[in-house]
C-alpha cells in the first residue's frame, strides 16, 4: 500500500500543473482549472452584458421621462386652474367696478336732486326772512337812534362813557340779531344805511364793554363803507374806550397806536369836524405820557372859532391835565380859571390825580383850592 502512495505521489509532482485563468466576464463563476473560454465566447457575453444594461438603462430614461411628463401634466393643470380663477376674479372684479360706477353715478344724481330741493327750500326762505327784515327797518332804524353814543367827542379824558339804560339793552340786543341776519341776507339794499346801522350796533357794543362783538361791527361797518369817515371814527374811538377800561400798559399801547389810524383815516376823509379828531390824538398821546404833543393836539383842538362853550370846556381841562403832569402849573392854571365851573369841571378837579402837582406844590395849593371854590359856588350859587 505503501508502495501504492508512493507512485501516486511521484505521478502528481512528474505532471506540470496546468495555468489557471480568469475573466471580468465571469465574475460570478470561479474559473475552471486547466480550461480558457474561446475568444467569440467572451464577446457574446460581453454583448448580451451590455444589452442588458442599455436595456435597464432605457428602462430608466423611459420611467424618468414618464416622471416629467406626470409632473408637467399636474403643473400644467395647476397652472390653468390659476388662469381659470384669476379670470373668473377679474371677471367679478369688473363686474364690481362696473356696479360702483353705476351706483355713483346713481347717488350723485340723488345728491343733485337733494342739493337742488335744499337750494329751492333754502331760497325761499331766505325770501320769506328778507321779506320780514325789510318790513322791521322802520321799527329798527327808530329804535337804533335811540342808541346812546359810547363816548361823546367832547368828554373828558378820564370820564367813563354813557351806560346803557337796563330796560333797553335788551331791545338793542334783539336789534343787532336782526341786523346782522339782514345784513347776511343782503337785505340792506344802502350800503351808507348798512354802515350806520353796525356803527350804532357798534357803540351798543363798545358801551357793554363786549370787545370781540363791539369790534366786528365796528370793522363790519367799515367793510360795507370803507370811504365812512363815520365808521373810521366811530372804530377809533370805540377803541380809546377800551383803553379806557384796561389796566395793562402792554394792552393799551397796541390800542392806542391803531386807535390813532383810525382817527387820522377819518381826518383824512373828511369828518365833519377836526376838533373832535384834534382832542382825540391829545388824549392818545396823553395816555402814551408823550405830554408835549398831547399838550399840542389839545391847543389845536381849541382853536377852532365854531368851537361850542361845552367842548371848548371839556378840551381845555384835558390840556391843564397834560399841563399839570409836565409841571407847567401856574399854565395849568390859567388853563382852567375860566372853564372850572363850566361841566363840572371843579368837581372832577377835586380828587383828579392829574392834578396832584398842583395840590401838593406850596406856589399853587392855595390858588387851585380857590379856583375850585369859585367853580363850585358859581356853578351852584353856593
Known sequence: ????????????????????????LTEDKPPVEGMQLPTNAVSEIENTI??????KYERMLNDAKSGDDRIREQLSIMLDGIMYGLAVLGTIISVLVIWGFVEIKNVRKVRESAEELTLNIDKHIISQVRTAVEKDWGVLETLLNELPHISDEAKLANTPPSKVPSELALAYEEADSLIVLGDKLNAIGNPEKASSYFVKLARYWWVSESWPRATARSKRAIEINPTSPHAHWEYGIGLL???????????????????????????????????KVFNKLGWIYDERRDYTSAIYYYGKALESATLSQSKRAKYGYNLACSLAKTGSLKES?????????????????????????LRQTEDTRGLFQELIQRGRKTATGS
Open 1 to 24: 500500500m505503501w508502495a501504492f502512495l508512493s507512485l501516486v505521489i511521484l505521478a502528481t509532482s512528474a505532471t506540470p500543473q496546468p495555468r489557471l485563468t480568469y475573466s471580468p
Open 50 to 55: 451590455s444589452e442588458k444594461l442599455d436595456s
Open 241 to 275: 374806550n377800551r383803553v379806557g377800561r384796561e389796566k395793562e400798559a402792554a394792552i393799551k399801547l397796541p390800542l392806542l397806536i391803531e386807535a390813532e389810524s383810525y382817527i387820522h383815516a377819518a381826518k383824512r376823509l373828511k369828518i365833519d369836524d377836526e376838533s
Open 333 to 357: 392854571l390859567r388853563v382852567l380859571e375860566p372853564i372850572m365851573a363850566l361841566e363840572d369841571n371843579w368837581r372832577l378837579a377835586e380828587s383828579d390825580p392829574d392834578f396832584e402837582s
